[in-house]
């Protein structure tokens, strides 16, 4: 073997290594890159599903909401109905202390009538 050869087998032998290594690095990359795309898959897998719990939550909410509203309603409702018969109440008792002021007037009267008559 001379120097040349030497050195035309040494280069062919580099080549094959720079060949094997730039194989095994687009290999390796190609990998990597599938792995990332099963990555980003189940990345977008678990946003997706995690937007589907939040629009279920803000459907809840929502509901939740209108619930609220209806009692807040229901509760002013009640407390005019309150109101309004608070008032007759007073009303009545109004009347009442009348008609028991007008009985004892009466029942003066008839007393003093029959003290007249006996």
């Given at each position: 073997?001379?120097?040349?050869?030497?050195?035309?087998?040494?280069?062919?032998?580099a080549?094959?290594?720079?060949?094997?290594?730039?194989?095994?690095?687009?290999?390796?990359y190609?990998?990597?890159?599938?792995?990332?795309?099963?990555?980003?898959?189940?990345?977008?897998?678990?946003?997706?599903?995690?937007?589907?719990?939040?629009m279920?939550?803000?459907?809840?909410?929502?509901?939740?909401?209108?619930?609220?509203?209806?009692?807040?309603?229901?509760?002013?409702?009640?407390?005019?109905?309150?109101?309004?018969?608070?008032?007759?109440?007073?009303?009545?008792?109004?009347?009442?202390?009348?008609?028991?002021?007008?009985?004892?007037?009466?029942?003066?009267?008839?007393?003093?009538?029959?003290?007249?008559?006996?």
């Open positions: 073997m001379t120097t040349d050869t030497t050195l035309s087998l040494a280069l062919i032998i080549l094959i290594g720079a060949i094997a290594t730039v194989y095994n690095f687009f290999q390796s190609k990998k990597s890159v599938q792995a990332d795309d099963g990555k980003m898959d189940e990345l977008k897998n678990e946003i997706n599903s995690l937007k589907e719990v939040v279920k939550s803000t459907v809840k909410q929502d509901v939740s909401c209108e619930q609220l509203t209806q009692i807040q309603v229901d509760i002013k409702t009640i407390a005019n109905r309150q109101n309004e018969t608070d008032k007759e109440l007073a009303i009545v008792k109004r009347d009442v202390n009348t008609c028991f002021t007008r009985y004892d007037d009466i029942h003066d009267r008839v007393k003093m009538l029959e003290s007249k008559v006996d």
